[in-house]
């Protein structure tokens, strides 16, 4: 079992940046694929950026492409999400998976609670 803590959500203007942090507990994530998933208010959990366990190989949603950076520390047991030039569409709480890379894409095993991110325009 493994359970997941987000932090660093919070309230920024339009332009700037935030760092969210998902730190795990009960077992390790050196060998899970880990995602960032956000949810608006009224609207569908959706896909942000997902990295491989190796650190090597990521992806990300186009509408955070050049924006977002996903990253892990697999010796800290966290994985991050670097979120710059932000903007009001990127309000939603984000959430941290552990999971797997499939052939129909990321597929989360265990979800953390989600950190609530606020853009003001």
Known sequence: QVQLV???????????????????????????????????????????????????????????KGRFTISRDNAKNSVYLQMNSLKPEDTAVYFCAAGRDTVVGFVGDYWGQGAQVTVSS
């Open 6 to 64: 987000e932090s660093g959500g919070g309230l920024v203007q339009a332009g700037g940046s935030l760092r969210l942090s998902c730190a795990a507990s009960g077992r390790t994530l050196r060998t899970h694929a880990m995602g960032w998933f956000r949810q608006a208010p009224g609207k569908e959990r959706e896909f942000v950026a997902e990295i491989y366990w190796s650190g090597f190989r990521t992806y990300y949603a186009d509408f955070v």
